[in-house]
Nanobody
């Protein structure tokens, strides 16, 4: 079992930056691929970014490429999402997820955090 706790959300103006963190407890963190997802009101929960177990290969959704950066620190059991040049359409609840699957998308994740709200004002 893995427990995931996100932090770092909040209210920011368009063009601003936020850094989300997700800290895991439980099983060995490095066995999991880690992902960040987001869900806006009335929409599906979609992937934003993900990263391999060793932290060497990231994946980004097209909508955030060039603006967001995912990273992880296996010694701290933490994954980060640096979000720059934020837009109003980035407003959503952001979820951290840990998975044992081999792909990036939602079915590959076994554990989810409670989410952290990000609001970008235009």
């Amino acid at each position: 079992q893995v427990q995931l706790v996100e932090s770092g959300g909040g209210l920011v103006q368009a063009g601003g930056s936020l850094r989300l963190s997700c800290t895991a407890s439980g099983r060995t963190f490095s066995v999991y691929i880690m992902g960040w997802f987001r869900q806006a009101p009335g929409k599906e929960r979609d992937i934003v970014a993900a990263i391999t177990r060793g932290g060497t290969i990231p994946y980004y959704a097209e909508a955030v490429k060039g603006r967001f950066t995912i990273s992880r620190d296996n010694a701290k059991n933490t994954v980060y999402l640096q979000m720059n040049s934020l837009k109003a359409e980035d407003t959503a609840v952001y979820y951290c997820a840990a998975g044992t699957g081999s792909g990036w998308l939602k079915p590959n994740y076994d554990y989810w955090g409670q989410g952290t709200q990000v609001i970008v004002s235009s």
